[in-house]
T-cell receptor, first 115, second 115 residues
C-alpha cells in the first residue's frame, strides 16, 4: 500500500513569510508525528497527534509553529514569520496507534529553505 | 531526560568487510524501546528493527545483527559482508512506554561502503 506522503518535497521561501507543509499518513494510522531534521543531525520531535488532537506538542520550538489534523488523517504543519533558522527537512511519520509496540513509518520529508 | 549517543560520525569500509555501528543510550525508564533506522541518499528513513527493554536476545536478520546489552546501555548494529547498497546514514533511536512513542534520535553514523 501507499506509504506516508509529504508535499511539497521542496519549499523555498523568504524570511518573514508563512508556509504550510502537508502530510498524508498511511491509511488507517491514527497516530501522526512531525519531526525536524537539521543538516548533519538526527530528527527532533516536534508534535504528535492521536486522532484529531495534539497529544504532545512539547517539541514545537515557539509559537510561530502550529500543526493541525482536523479530520484525523491529513496533517498540516504551519510556520509563521519564517526565519533562516527554520531551514531544515521536516519529516512526518505515522503509526497504527500510539502504542509503544507500533512502528513509526516516515515520509520522504519536505526540505524547507528560508532565504 | 532521554539521550542517544552515536559516537561514530563517519565510517568507511571496503565492500565485503563487516562493520559495527555503536549506539549508547540513557533513560530513567525501566520500560523502553530501541530502534535502528536507515536513511539512504534519497532521504527517507527506513525502519530496520525495534527491541523492547525486556528482550536482550540478540537478533539476526540476513546480513544484519543487533547486540542489545542493558548492562552497558548499548544497542549495537553489525552488518556482515557489507555491500555498496548499505551506504547510508544510520540512526539509533529510543522511545518511552507511556503511550506516546515519540522517538529520541542519535546524531547518526554515515556509513560508506567502498567498492
Amino acid at each position: 500500500g501507499a506509504g506516508v506522503s509529504q508535499t511539497p518535497s521542496n519549499k523555498v521561501t523568504e524570511k518573514g513569510k508563512y508556509v504550510e507543509l502537508r502530510c498524508d499518513p498511511i491509511s488507517g494510522h491514527t497516530a501522526l508525528y512531525w519531526y525536524r531534521q537539521s543538516l548533519g543531525q538526527g530528527p527532533e520531535f516536534l508534535i504528535y497527534f492521536q486522532g484529531t488532537g495534539a497529544a504532545d506538542d512539547s517539541g514545537l520550538p515557539n509559537d510561530r509553529f502550529f500543526a493541525v489534523r482536523p479530520e484525523g488523517s491529513v496533517s498540516t504543519l504551519k510556520i509563521q514569520r519564517t526565519e533562516r533558522g527554520d531551514s531544515a527537512v521536516y519529516l512526518c511519520a505515522s503509526s497504527q496507534s500510539s502504542a509503544s509496540t507500533d512502528t513509526q513509518y516516515f515520509g520522504p520529508g519536505t526540505r524547507l529553505t528560508v532565504l | 531526560a532521554q539521550k542517544v549517543t552515536q559516537a561514530q560520525t563517519e565510517i568507511s569500509v571496503v565492500e565485503k568487510e563487516d562493520v559495527t555501528l555503536d549506539c549508547v543510550y540513557e533513560t530513567r525508564d525501566t520500560t523502553y524501546y530501541l530502534f535502528w533506522y536507515k536513511q539512504p541518499p534519497s532521504g527517507e528513513l527506513v525502519f530496520l528493527i525495534r527491541r523492547n527493554s525486556f528482550d536482550e536476545q540478540n537478533e539476526i536478520s540476513g546480513r544484519y545483527s543487533w547486540n542489545f546489552q542493558k548492562s552497558t546501555s548499548s544497542f549495537n548494529f553489525t552488518i556482515t559482508a557489507s555491500q555498496v547498497v548499505d551506504s547510508a546514514v544510520y540512526f539509533c533511536a529510543l522511545s518511552q512506554n507511556f503511550g506516546n512513542e515519540k522517538l529520541t534520535f542519535g546524531t547518526g553514523t554515515r556509513l560508506t561502503i567502498i567498492p
